[in-house]
């Protein structure tokens, strides 16, 4: 079982940044692929993320080169580095947890609770 809490959440204005944070439990963190997802109000949940166990990185379009994804197995955390950021990018960010390197939400067996950022023009 992995629980896993997010923080870093928040009110910024466009061009800005934040840093997300999502503090995992348990001693498996590092065999997990970790992955961060979005829904915006209205709309489904979409992938932003992911880090496979080795670091290695894949973004969604929409994100790339504005967010940075990172992890620290010995913290037990996920990171996510957004810059750049635009009022589109106003969402609910969810951090999931999955044996499998994919941007199918179905894929991943562990979620967060959620944090909210919103992004003001």
């Known amino acids: 079982q992995v629980q896993l809490v997010e923080s870093g959440g928040g009110l910024v204005q466009a061009g800005g940044s934040l840093r997300l944070s999502c503090k995992a439990s348990?001693?498996?963190?590092?065999?997990?692929?970790m992955a961060w997802f979005r829904q915006a109000p209205g709309k489904e949940r979409e992938f932003v993320a992911l880090?496979?166990?080795?670091?290695?990185?894949y973004y969604a379009d929409s994100v790339n080169g504005r967010f940075t994804i990172s992890r620290d197995n010995a913290k037990n955390t996920v990171y996510l580095q957004m810059n750049s950021l635009k009022p589109e990018d106003t969402a609910v960010y969810y951090c999931?947890?999955?044996?499998?390197?994919?941007?199918?939400?179905?894929?991943?067996?562990?979620w967060g609770q959620g944090t909210q950022v919103t992004v003001s023009s």
């Open positions: 999931a947890a999955g044996p499998q390197g994919v941007k199918n939400e179905y894929a991943y067996q562990y």
């Open positions: 348990g001693r498996t963190f590092s065999s997990y692929v």
């Open positions: 880090s496979w166990s080795s670091g290695s990185t």
